[in-house]
């Protein structure tokens, strides 16, 4: 049996924060919250700080919505090959290179962008506003619709940890989005 040794980790500077979010996914109560760095007053990384909310968007606002109102499952195909946005502008993934045909299930576990830019082009953008707006994400909206960057994690105002938490714990529980809460008693 290998022993393993203990490393310590230095932060190069205080500058590098982030926030952290942990709810019951069963009744939104916060669990943990991580608000930061160094922190004992002030911003609150976890809840304060709204940023892109990046990949992770991908289950929320493209292929939560495909399996709600088109039917998708996890064997759904998707043919990873260069694509763009509706406006004509080149979209590709984060290697550059392209899968081919790949089921839902694997462009999600690999991040590929063209896939979930094509789901998110294949469901009703009012469709995907009422899924995400009901996990508690606010999205960049525009005349009833939303813009494609919305695919890979791209509007404003962004997303919190904690909000971000609260909506994928709708996944835990069933389809049931819990509102995130942290007094229990007055």
């Given amino acids: 049996v290998l022993a393993e040794e203990e490393t310590d980790f230095t932060w190069a500077d205080d500058k590098v924060q982030a926030g952290i979010a ?23 990384y976890a809840t ?33 090959e260069p694509w763009e946005y509706s406006d004509g502008k080149e979209i590709g993934n984060w290697d550059g290179a392209y899968q081919g045909l790949i089921t839902l299930r694997q462009a999600l576990s690999v991040s590929r ?20 707006t009901k996990l508690g994400i606010e999205v960049e909206e525009s005349g009833g619709s939303i813009h494609e960057a919305h695919a ?17 714990a709708a996944f835990a529980n069933g389809g049931y989005y819990a509102e995130p809460y942290s007094v229990t008693k007055i």
Avoid at 113 to 132: G, M, R, S, Y
Wanted: a negative charge; hydrophobic letters at 35%; aromatic letters at 12%.
């Fill in 22 to 44: 942990v709810v019951d996914v069963n009744t939104g109560a916060i669990t943990a919250i991580g608000a930061g760095r160094n922190r004992e007053q002030g911003w609150n």
């Fill in 152 to 168: 890979i994690g791209g509007f404003n105002p962004g997303a919190s940890p904690l909000q971000m938490a609260a909506a994928y």
């Fill in 113 to 132: 962008n063209i896939p979930a830019l094509k789901a998110f082009q294949e469901v009703d953008k009012k469709d995907i506003i009422e899924f995400v």
């Fill in 48 to 80: 304060q700080s709204k940023r892109h909310p990046g990949s992770t968007a991908k289950p929320l606002f493209d292929y939560g919505p495909g399996f709600e109102y088109n039917n998708y499952s996890t064997y759904t195909l998707f043919n990873d």
